[in-house]
């Protein structure tokens, strides 16, 4: 049965992994090693200048990871995927084969807060170049092109502002530029969206997330969704002229429609050094056999809080693409029709020192700084993750001082509902 044919429940228990060989164990081992014994001289070579594929370094490659790997690049329905230690470091795997100094990215405005940071500031180091626009007006992407542009980067479903982004036209508008398409998919999951289905050519993710779901294991990935042609030597010379360190193999013609994922280990995580740890690729993939679950109980407990707060009468609004008020309403249901997500904001009317007292006053939410556990979470981020940015970046980014974060997660959603009344009642006093 060709894997196409499995449905998303089944390829979330049992893509990549078959019972241990060595052992007959169900479960996934935890290869919880570093390196890998050759089988003579000439295998070690033929590893060493990617002529077989094989183990040498958990650095590079390692089991337990591979199985995550190759499950996400099957949700997916990618050709390959390469697991990092955290989202941010999937973003830099993620842009690597493409880039080089000089080189520029067009990025969307509504990206998390960190992202923001990570590609305004810490990528002039290696003088990556992030022009950030307003992806609720797809032609603003074209506008921001560069001769140097190789990428553009959204979130299909935006952290926090619950923005969606029209990934069609900005899928024409790369491809018209002969560029790829990049969308981090951290907060929809592979479950209620997947972007390749729309022209997205790579897919990022924080697996921190909802993927793990547990708030359990920090990781990332990027996920080759198999449709775009990097063979342009002018504009991607890592990926399509001969690699010096590897003999001048040249990734394209060698491994063809794996050249980017190979690049993603045979350079990215060899050189900048990311690699995901076997334990946690273990943990997330404990995560990812009840991720349909998980993420049916998820979108239906947030819309019935959201709901429960649109008019609520300590609440200015509610930011949920879930409700019929929302402008990205008609995005969700053609992007993500089984429900955009779980995490949204809402905007307090008693601004600023409200949402500081109602993040105090909540029992059963935890205020914290992550998003997509079982367990509900709650954040002020003008105050936390969002800090860093401007004032204006902040409201850009719908994250301005009146607005709550919430993660809706899978306890009963009238506990969870009583417990923000009696907090926003605090709030309100
Ligand atoms: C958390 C997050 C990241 C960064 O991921 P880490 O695993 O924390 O490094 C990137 N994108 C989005 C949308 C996120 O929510």
Redesign the pocket.
Known sequence: MAKEDYGFETLALHAGAAPDLATGARAVPIYQNTSYVFDNADHAASLFNLQEPGFIYSRLTNPTVAVLEERLAALENGIGATATA????A?IIALLPLMGPGDHVVASSK??G??ITQMGHTFKKFDWQVDFVDPTVPENFRKALRPKTKAIFV?CL??PGGVIVDLEPVAAIAHEAGIPLIV?N??ATPYLCRPGAFGADIVTY????FISGQGTA???AVVDCDSFDFNQPDKFPSLATPAPEYHGLTFTETFGNLAYTLYGHAVGLRDIGPAQQPMNAFLTLQGIETLPLRMDRHIANAQTVAEHLDGHPAIAAVHYAGLKSSPFHALARKYMPKGPGSVFTVSLKGGFEAGRKLVESVELFSHLAN?GDAKSLILHPASTTHNQLTEEQRIAAGASPEVIRLSIGLETVDDLIRDLDRALAKAAA
């Open positions: 955290s989202g941010h470091a973003q990206l998390y960190g992202s979130e935006s952290n981090d951290t907060m924080s697996t921190t997330k920090l990781g990332g998003i």
